[in-house]
């Protein structure tokens, strides 16, 4: 299509050309200076020629002329750009003094002065520097004063003084005008802060800026509501606050689990529960899992039948063993709880387990594996090597138990673990 509309413009431009040299023939004009005895005949034509050559010549020998006074302004700029590309870098693999001062000198060019601020301040910010990321900020807020707030807010939070982030961000919140970072900010400083309503209501204009992905989105939100669920002050309240969440919100499973912690807190276990079980049915939760044997109540005996009804379809999950071996404590059945928990802690070894372990061989008497497996339960919890226990069985007999059991889809076809 473009060079058919480039061929087109040709045509007319060479009848219009042939058309206009016809006009001129039969009638080329005529120019008469006349200047101190000076006296120059020609043709409108010639002369039109003469002005265009001239007005070129002019502006080639003031290029000339400016060409070495420009040459040190072109050097700057091109070593201010490297300068930034450099301090960018440094500032992505941590070397921040270096990326710090690369950027600093960038910022000497007007035109790369705001980003170049920003960018130092972020690295003085990482260096644990905030009075010098302050100072630069104050400088960049003249370049990109929209940014720099929200960057200030950030270096604010950082530091602990979450309420001077909240107050910076506040007034242009209550605008409407605040970025989408800042909206960012906004959340996470009022979090920070205990004010929940605010980090709440600042959740709507976020997501409408589409500045984070669904998933950083629905993270962020569920951390918001779950603060939210935990700053209820009686059931009526959390009750009420639960049947105004949209449905999307009450089927996530870090608010269904706020949710059912604060309301056993509050002695309102069966809503608690129908939740739970109710998501589990939906869809299965490692984290729901563990909640659902964590909750007090007087029904232990059927959410154990229950939950090791989930045990064919899960064989091999974790949470799932944890949970079969906290309530087969709570019923006191200790062969049964240290063969569940024992599975556990072969599939994923963690402190809840060993904890709950420990609990099982003191409830037998066994204080000697039960301080092995408290032990254990801190170094587990703190990153250290754990220390296994000690062989109660003949040593010489194998341990026949099974670690993780053979899962198979609708054709027969055994499933690879992840």
């Known amino acids: 299509m473009r060079l058919w509309y480039g061929i087109g413009l040709l045509v007319v431009a060479a009848a219009l050309a042939a058309f206009g040299w016809h006009w001129v023939a039969e009638d080329p004009g005529y120019v008469l200076l006349r200047l101190r005895g000076w006296r120059v005949e ?10 265009l050559l001239a007005w070129a010549l002019l502006t080639v020998l003031w290029r000339l002329a400016r060409w070495p006074f420009g040459a040190f302004s072109r050097r700057h700029r091109r070593l201010s750009q490297q300068r930034l590309g450099a301090g960018l870098i440094a500032l992505m693999e941590g070397r921040h003094g270096d990326a710090e001062r690369d950027l600093n000198r960038a910022s000497r060019l007007d035109s790369l002065r705001g980003p170049a601020l920003l960018a130092s301040a972020e690295a003085a910010s990482r260096r644990g520097e905030p009075g010098r990321a302050l100072e630069a900020l104050d400088q960049a807020a003249q370049s990109a004063p929209r940014a720099a707030r929200v960057l200030r807010a950030r270096v604010l939070r950082r530091e602990g003084k979450s309420a001077e982030a909240l107050a910076l961000l506040v007034p242009e919140a209550d605008k409407g005008t605040l970025t989408p970072g800042g909206w960012r900010e906004l959340v996470q400083a009022a979090m920070a802060n205990g004010d929940i309503r605010r980090a709440r209501e600042a959740l709507a204009p976020l997501q409408k800026s589409g500045a984070l992905g669904n998933r950083a989105y ?23 606050l639960w049947s105004q969440l949209p449905k999307t919100q009450r089927r996530v499973p870090a608010v269904i689990d706020a949710y059912a912690r604060r309301a056993a807190a509050f002695g309102l276990t069966l809503p608690a529960m129908d939740e739970v079980e109710s998501a589990l049915r939906r869809e299965w939760s490692p984290l729901l899992i563990e909640t659902y044997g964590t909750l007090a109540g007087d029904d232990v005996e059927a959410r154990l039948r229950r939950a090791e009804g989930w045990l064919d379809a899960h064989p091999n999950d974790a949470n799932l063993l944890l949970t ?17 928990l024992q599975r556990s802690l072969a599939l994923a070894p963690g402190s809840a387990a060993w904890e709950a372990l420990g609990d099982a061989f003191a409830g037998q008497g066994d204080a000697g594996q039960a301080q092995r497996c408290y032990r254990n339960a801190l170094a587990s919890a703190r990153g250290d ?9 003949n040593p010489l007999q194998p341990d026949t138990h099974p670690i993780a059991i053979e899962e198979r889809d609708v054709h027969g076809v055994p499933r690879l673990r992840e």
């Open 42 to 51: 020609t043709t409108v034509v010639a002369a039109l020629v003469i002005l």
């Open 218 to 240: 629905a993270t962020l939100e569920a951390q918001v509501l779950a603060a939210t669920i935990q700053a209820a002050s009686d059931g009526v309240s959390l009750n009420t």
């Open 324 to 340: 079969l071996g906290r309530m087969c404590v709570r019923l006191k059945l200790w062969g049964k709880a240290k063969q569940y």
């Open 385 to 393: 090597a754990v220390t296994p226990l000690a062989q109660t069985a």
